[in-house]
């Protein structure tokens, strides 16, 4: 089951049906969807719904967590977040998009550093990796700001409006968070 989470200014909860008219205005952006590997535009009337009903189920098979990123004053949803896993490999990888009024703001930084931590410190996984497109730097400096290390590119990984895209792999591994960990212990004691 998705457990809810917290951040200084979010609160990660889990996604439910009534959430689906908010998820599909936000997600029915074009921009949204030219950011992103799997959200179509113009993006389909009841497909949030749809979405959120399969990542429950996902959720019940523990093969993901999907999140409603809500804004702890007003509770209003700001975009999704999920974590897709492969327990068997002791790993997860990072799925997420923010509305773009909420652009910007340092939300998205903010909630991936909050699911690097549940991830290695609650679910004890050894990895944690993220992909995006290459032309997406936004997407690409929240994984280098969460402390995530760059593994590659994989060229024409992925079609995108009809165009062959290449696609920027980041990671993280258990060890290297806890040398983060440390090192920021450190310096605030």
Known sequence: MTPTLHTER??????????????????????????????????PEGEAR??????????????????????????????????KLELLHQKAELGYWIGVPFWGKGYMTEVTK???QYGFDELGLNKIH????ARNPASTNIMKKCGMSYEGTFK?????WGQPEDSEFYAILKEEYAEMKKTQSSITS
Request: positive net charge; hydrophobic residues 40%; without cysteine.
């Open 10 to 43: 979010l609160t990660l909860r889990p996604l439910r049906e009534e959430d689906a008219p908010f998820v599909e205005k936000l997600a029915s952006d074009r921009l949204i969807a030219d950011t992103t590997l799997l959200i179509p535009h113009p993006y």
């Open 130 to 133: 993220a992909s995006a497109l």
């Open 156 to 160: 024409h990984h992925i079609f995108k």
């Open 50 to 83: 749809n979405w959120i009903i399969r990542s429950k189920k996902k959720a019940e098979q523990q093969e993901a967590y999907t999140f409603a990123i809500t804004d702890k004053q007003t509770g209003e949803i700001i975009g999704t977040y999920t974590l």
């Open 114 to 116: 909050r699911m690097i």
